[in-house]
């Protein structure tokens, strides 16, 4: 059942100078955090790694595939998310939000969801709750470890959950319609054209990512919307089902209900 819930990710370049090793981005974080402050609607917030997680999996080598890595990086990057998520839940705090820190661990096994777990998430948000979790390193069967970004997250989460709407906070205006140019695509639907191998990418391959969970997530009938984090009044008119600079993914019912 669909829940009237949003999901909103946060991303790393957002939130972190990604450019600078465990720098945040305090001016852009508040913002938006201040424009979230100001909305009814109940949020579930998931966040990337930016300068935090991303550089120290990088220095220890680590990926998305399941590897048997160091358990001094995985320790390291494992705090690292957890200081980040404490950055981000002292400032909504400092706002009179009401956030309850989530670990992935918790809420997912071996990368699959934890259906009832990611239900109480959805009922904390009608108690003014907004649950906040991070991609993370994760456990794999059996002794293996692996990243898990945050957009895997947001299509786990979607498969249980529903939400009414889903969020991409980017650090740029959306999906762009060719990977040189600055000409955002509006609206992608059904039978749009779009060439998944043209999405142009970020630093760290990061957009192709999200467009892939992005499309797996409008399989299930989910609009996903794409908007420039570092401009929070886009989130606020996503939000508000208002017209605004962007790429809207428009869910579609498909057979294909879910394409993880
Ligand atoms: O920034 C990655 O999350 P993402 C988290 O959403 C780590 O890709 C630990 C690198």
Redesign the pocket.
């Known amino acids: 059942m669909r829940q009237e819930v949003v999901l909103i990710k946060l991303g790393?370049s957002v939130i972190t100078h990604k450019e600078k090793p465990m720098s945040v981005n305090n001016i852009a974080i508040d913002r938006i955090l201040k424009a979230l402050a100001s909305v009814k609607v109940p949020i579930i917030l998931i966040h990337?790694?930016?300068s935090f997680?991303?550089y120290w999996?990088t220095k220890y080598d680590m990926h998305s595939k399941p590897e048997k890595y160091s358990s001094e990086g995985i320790a390291i990057?494992h705090e690292s998310?957890i200081s980040l998520n404490h950055i981000i839940v002292k400032s909504m705090l400092k706002l009179r939000m009401k956030p309850y820190a989530v670990p992935p661990f918790s809420i997912i096994l071996d990368k699959k969801p934890l259906g009832k777990k990611i239900f109480e998430l959805a009922s904390m948000t009608r108690d003014k709750i907004t649950p906040v979790t991070y991609?993370?390193?994760v456990y794999r069967t059996p002794h293996k470890y692996s990243?898990l970004?945050?957009?895997e997250l947001m299509s786990i989460i979607s498969s249980v959950i529903k939400p009414s709407k889903v969020i991409f906070a980017v650090n740029v205006n959306g999906i762009y319609k060719d990977p040189y140019g600055d000409e955002v695509i509006p609206l992608i639907e059904e039978k749009s054209s779009v060439n998944f191998s043209d999405v142009k990418f970020d630093v760290t391959g990061?957009m192709k990512r999200k467009f892939r969970e992005a499309l797996k997530i409008s399989l299930t009938g989910i609009d996903v919307h794409f908007v420039n984090g570092l401009k929070p009044e886009r989130i606020l008119k996503a939000l508000g089902n208002k017209k605004t600079e962007g790429t809207v993914i428009k869910g579609k019912r498909s057979s294909t209900r879910n394409a993880r």
């Open positions: 790393g990337g790694g930016g997680g991303h999996s990057v998310m991609g993370d390193i990243i970004s945050g957009d990061g």
